[in-house]
């Protein structure tokens, strides 16, 4: 129903920046928190960034003063900025959107994005 296509990730030294988009698409009633969890293999995924359709925002505490997280509501895209990168920020980026859905009646659900790999060189 819905679906969701990551772009931007890739190599970047320490201390670089990289900013990730993700585009929504498909048919949903309203998509109502758009963001980002991280994973590397043998570990749980982690919150990196949300926000809200109205613009509220939440970070993981280490994210927090080096990634920015936007979101352009008209376009269903949401972007994560990344600065200062560490070597602990390699991982997999994964986009996700909590989406209003009409099927069997009107319902939430998660949908998830392909992910896109972040490789930070030290």
């Known amino acids: 129903q819905v679906q969701l296509v990551e772009s931007g990730g890739g190599l970047v030294q320490a201390g670089g920046s990289l900013r990730l988009s993700c585009a929504a698409s498909?048919?949903?009633?309203?998509?109502?928190?758009m963001g980002w969890y991280r994973q590397n293999p043998g570990k749980q995924r982690e919150l990196v960034a949300g926000?809200?359709?109205?613009?509220?925002?939440n970070y993981a505490d280490s994210m927090k003063g080096r990634f920015t997280i936007s979101r352009d509501n008209a376009k269903n895209l949401v972007y994560l900025q990344m600065n200062n990168l560490e070597s602990e920020d390699t991982a997999v980026y994964y986009c996700?959107?909590?989406?209003?859905?009409?099927?069997?009646?009107?319902?939430?659900?998660?949908?998830w994005g392909q992910g896109t790999q972040v490789t930070v060189s030290s």
């Open positions: 926000i809200t359709v109205g613009g509220s925002t």
């Open positions: 498909g048919r949903f009633v309203s998509i109502n928190v």
């Open positions: 996700y959107a909590d989406c209003t859905v009409v099927g069997n009646g009107r319902y939430e659900a998660r949908f």
